[in-house]
Nanobody, 125 residues
């Protein structure tokens, strides 16, 4: 069993920043990649960012490029999601996920095997 726990969500004003954390437990490794998705009310779950352990590759959805940064927490099966210049449209529940798919693009939710419970991010205007 793998458990993923997100933290760091909260309320922030537009233009502000938050840093989310996701930590995996239950196995020695969290998988081949870890990613972040988000889901706003009435919308589909949306890819945000992913980090591949093997080559430290980072992937971002276009709206997040230049604003969000995913990075590894050293010595842990964990990642940060640094979110800067937040906008009201960033308001969503943010989910951490872990993938055991070696050759995936990590941009689709079906590529992930384990999910956290989510953390709420609310950006006020």
């Amino acid at each position: 069993q793998v458990q993923l726990v997100e933290s760091g969500g909260g309320l922030v004003q537009a233009g502000g920043s938050l840093r989310l954390s996701c930590t995996a437990s239950g196995r020695s490794f969290s998988g081949y990649a870890m990613g972040w998705f988000r889901q706003a009310p009435g919308k589909e779950r949306e890819f945000v960012a992913a980090f591949r352990w093997g080559d430290s590759s980072a992937y971002y959805a276009d709206p997040m490029k230049g604003r969000f940064t995913i990075s590894r927490i050293n010595a842990k099966n964990a990642v940060y999601l640094q979110m800067d210049t937040l906008k009201p449209e960033d308001t969503a529940v943010y989910y951490c996920a872990a993938s055991w798919r070696m050759g995936g693009s990590y941009r689709s939710d079906y590529e992930y095997d384990y999910w956290g419970q989510g953390t709420q991010v609310t950006v006020s205007s």
